[in-house]
């Protein structure tokens, strides 16, 4: 079976853009969650989707936002974005049915400059 | 609120000897605790899990890690350090619900000197 695929793997982006990003999980998966990972905040939840529903939703400002397709291909949104935005973006997929593996994307690296 | 502690940012072991890195997690309920290992601009890969079945649990590349619930521990081990061990390793707690929300630790780097 295919990894999970994130793109793009690297983006640059000026503060005020916005951004997507773009996850397609192991087929098969429904669970889509989002992490965000940073030098001084570490790994944090962002989101988790369900078969198209948000499931769980991490504490981060309203300008984070997703959506999930039929497919089970996840997409995260970035709006106005800030310096601190800046991370490592990683998502993960699984069966989505109790306390099951997550299996990790390469994730996107985004640079807000 | 569950959280996890990752003691020591960096450890630095030779290479054939005993790795050990240390978590200690934090729940009102029982946990799910996981470790992944991070290479550079790479995504994470889970080493082991441990879901309330054996307390030790053995994962990949020979590492293993034992759930002690009285030391709230549940530690990293691998009998003799490889060249190839050198990366990120985070410990990870899931509360047994059907959302798949991981809290992870800060992380810890090892590095493996010939």
């Known amino acids: 079976k295919a990894g999970v695929t994130q793109t793009p793997r690297y983006l640059i982006k000026t503060r005020g853009q916005q951004v997507t990003l773009s996850c397609s999980p192991i087929?098969?998966?429904?669970?889509v969650s989002w992490y965000q990972q940073t030098p001084g905040q570490g790994l944090q939840f962002l989101f988790e989707?369900?078969?198209?529903?948000?499931?769980n939703k991490g504490n981060f400002p309203g300008r984070f936002s997703g959506r999930q397709f039929s497919n089970s291909r996840s997409e995260m949104n970035v709006s106005t974005l800030e310096l601190g935005d800046s991370a490592l973006y990683l998502c993960?997929?699984?069966?989505?049915?109790?306390?099951?593996?997550?299996?990790f994307g390469p994730g996107t690296r985004l640079l807000v400059l | 609120a569950q959280s996890v502690t990752q003691l020591g940012s960096h450890v630095s072991v030779s290479e054939g000897a005993l790795v050990l890195l240390r978590c200690n997690y934090s729940?009102?309920?029982?946990?799910?605790l996981f470790w992944y290992v991070q290479y550079p601009n790479q995504g994470l890969q889970l080493l082991l899990k441990?879901?309330?079945?054996?307390?030790l649990v053995k994962g990949i590349n020979g590492f293993e890690a034992e759930f002690k619930k009285s030391e709230t521990s549940f530690h990293l081990t691998k009998p003799s350090a490889h060249m190839s061990d050198a990366a990120e390793y985070f410990c990870?707690?899931?509360?047994?619900?059907?959302?798949?929300?991981?809290?992870f630790g800060t992380g810890t780097r090892l590095l493996v000197s010939p």
């Open positions: 993960a997929s699984s069966a989505g049915r109790g306390i099951e593996t997550q299996y």
């Open positions: 087929s098969g998966h429904r669970s």
């Open positions: 989707y369900f078969s198209e529903t948000q499931r």
């Open positions: 729940s009102s309920v029982p946990p799910y």
């Open positions: 441990y879901t309330s079945a054996a307390t």
């Open positions: 990870a707690v899931s509360l047994n619900t059907g959302f798949q929300k991981l809290v």
